[in-house]
């Protein structure tokens, strides 16, 4: 079950006593704990009834005796035990069968949740497979669109600004969040909405800000460079390249990331002439849509076989520093031609 069921099954009450929590969000993972403590322990006496356990150090006993123990001032305890190895691992434990009888029955004193962080939930393992059948058992997977827009809606109303859905709709697209194989996750983007937040210095957030505060350097210097490039200001070019060019790595990591976003210009070209969208054309090359946008909007003032050439020109040079056959000031002055 997801992320909605568990919300569903606390309203409702039918959480069992025993949950097991994994998937990508570690962000919502941590809310869902947090929520039950709110729900079941008593603020002033959270240092004695949450207990925290570390999984690869404890034993299927020591979960059931600290969960068997009574609470004098909440309404129950709430025993959290993260990353508990037989669940993604071939480890033993002589007491895990023990475990899954204690998770199949009702628990008078405490609420139990296993959590799996994402970094650990690729796959359960077949006794993860059989404990997740016999308790509540929730992946918390990346949100959907509509969910993850009310997610920085929230956040963005909670700290007193407004978005619209224009600049909505840039803040998914530049954080990648959908990206196949993206590392960036609702922790990240918590921590991105909460800069943007306070580095705005009105009521609405605007592109500009967006931009500034999610585009990384690398992107936003490869970014300026093509843009030069294209507008034939050489000057320009050579001053963006010179910002990062100090030594042949500098000149190197240039060249890398410019030889990058020709490529996807040039690819954005093969494919929009196979008729794929703009969002197919991403996600078939696993690109931050954005970043790919940009790409095939700077790729429509060149033609093909420019971009062929432009690439061929990149490529020797790349192979011309390695040998040694090139420095980095005539490599900048080439790049910036």
């Known amino acids: 079950m997801a992320y909605k069921d568990f919300v569903n099954d606390r309203k409702k009450g039918i959480l069992k006593d025993v949950l097991l929590f994994y998937g990508a969000e570690d962000f919502l993972m941590e809310w869902a704990v947090d929520s039950l403590i709110d729900e079941y322990v008593d603020e002033g006496s959270r240092f004695l009834d949450v207990i925290r356990l570390e999984g690869d150090k404890v034993t299927a006993a020591d979960i059931m005796a600290e969960a068997r123990t009574y609470s004098m001032f909440s309404e129950k305890r709430v025993v959290v035990v993260r990353n508990y190895l037989p669940f993604y691992r071939s480890a033993s434990d002589v007491g895990a069968d ?5 998770a199949s029955s009702p628990q008078e004193q405490s609420k139990v949740i296993f959590v799996i962080e994402s970094r650990n939930s690729g796959d359960l ?13 929730y992946e918390f997977s990346r949100l959907d669109k509509a969910d993850l827009k009310a997610f920085i809606t929230k956040r963005v109303h909670h ?3 407004m978005i619209a859905r224009r600049e909505l709709d840039l803040m998914i697209d530049i954080s990648g969040y959908y990206n196949k194989g993206s590392d960036y996750d609702l922790t990240r983007f918590d921590g991105d909405i909460d800069k943007i937040t306070k580095a705005c210095d009105g009521d609405m957030i605007d592109a500009a800000l967006i931009e500034e505060i999610l585009i990384g350097d690398s992107d936003r210097f490869v970014f300026s460079l093509v843009d030069a490039l294209m507008s034939g200001d050489r000057g320009k070019a050579l001053s963006v390249a010179e910002a990062i060019i100090r030594d042949d790595d500098g000149a190197m990591a240039v060249l890398a990331l410019l030889t990058k976003q020709f490529e996807i210009m040039y690819d954005s070209l093969e494919l929009s002439e196979k008729g794929f969208s703009l969002s197919q054309m991403a996600k078939k090359t696993g690109i931050n849509e954005y970043r790919f946008k940009r790409a095939f909007t700077a790729a429509g003032r060149y033609s093909r076989s420019r971009l062929r050439k432009i690439l061929k020109d990149l490529y020797n040079i790349d192979r011309d520093i390695k040998r040694g056959d090139m420095d980095k000031d005539v490599a900048l002055e080439l790049i910036s031609i």
């Open 125 to 137: 393992s077949s006794y993860g497979k059989k404990f997740a059948k016999v308790c509540s058992s």
């Open 98 to 102: 023990d475990l899954l009888d204690f």
């Open 159 to 161: 700290a007193g600004k």
